[in-house]
T-cell receptor, first 111, second 111 residues
Framework: DVKVTQSSRYLVKRTGEKVFLECVQD?????MFWYRQDPGLGLRLIYF???????EKGDIPEGYSVSREKKERFSLILESASTNQTSMYLC??????????FGDGTRLSIL | QKEVEQNSGPLSVPEGAIASLNCTYS??????FFWYRQYSGKSPELIMF????GDKEDGRFTAQLNKASQYVSLLIRDSQPSDSATYLC???????????FGSGTRLLVRP
């Protein structure tokens, strides 16, 4: 079975903090993705990566950056957290022409 | 703007009935189509994917694809209360690994 592990289920941070969300997959997948999910807005793609050290902007990259130093790990960084970044963050991974599989999600609250 | 449309529901069916969930998409270049199930407070779970026109069956689930009509559906036979969840349709974009998700249809199976 595909295993995508996100480092935290729940996280509370303060505005202005730099926040790191970590994601690790064990299936040697090339592609990894970060989404956020908000009521009424659905799933929106923040960033994705199709190879180590490669990254592409998704639909809502503003305020975020990513890092992929190793194939199995994809990190999402909130450079200076703001209250409008309170959300459920979902990491997914997928192989070439394969479906995406999601981690359990991180529910992030910015106070 | 490429879009994936789903009726938000709720779709209410009695236990044992067939639930039919529908999805339309705007990108004629889309080649990969996915159905995810999401329970409240949980992350999306892949249940079906389909790449070719026609039907694909897996247990109680059947995915149907009609590329000419840009329409994909999910049938759930012998619906169970445990099937009550939100079902997300996802479609790849620009022949890439990126997915666009519909906003989901909430299914309620009444005992």
């Amino acid at each position: 079975d595909v295993k995508v592990t996100q480092s935290s289920r729940y996280l509370v941070k303060r505005t202005g903090e730099k926040v790191f969300l970590e994601c690790v997959q064990d299936m040697d997948h090339e592609n990894m993705f970060w989404y956020r999910q908000d009521p009424g807005l659905g799933l929106r793609l923040i960033y994705f990566s199709y190879d180590v050290k490669m990254k592409e902007k998704g639909d809502i990259p503003e305020g975020y950056s990513v890092s992929r130093e190793k194939k199995e790990r994809f990190s999402l960084i909130l450079e200076s957290a703001s209250t409008n970044q309170t959300s459920m963050y979902l990491c997914a991974s997928g192989g070439l022409n394969q479906p995406q599989h999601f981690g359990d999600g991180t529910r992030l609250s910015i106070l | 703007q490429k879009e994936v449309e789903q009726n938000s529901g709720p779709l209410s069916v009695p236990e044992g009935a067939i639930a039919s969930l529908n999805c339309t998409y705007s990108d004629r270049g889309s080649q990969s189509f996915f159905w995810y199930r999401q329970y409240s407070g949980k992350s999306p779970e892949l249940i079906m994917f389909i790449y070719s026109n026609g039907d694909k069956e897996d247990g109680r689930f059947t995915a149907q694809l009609n590329k000419a009509s840009q329409y994909v559906s999910l049938l759930i036979r012998d619906s169970q209360p445990s099937d009550s969840a939100t079902y997300l349709c996802a479609v790849n974009v620009d022949s890439s690994y990126k997915l666009i998700f519909g906003s989901g249809t909430r299914l309620l199976v009444r005992p």
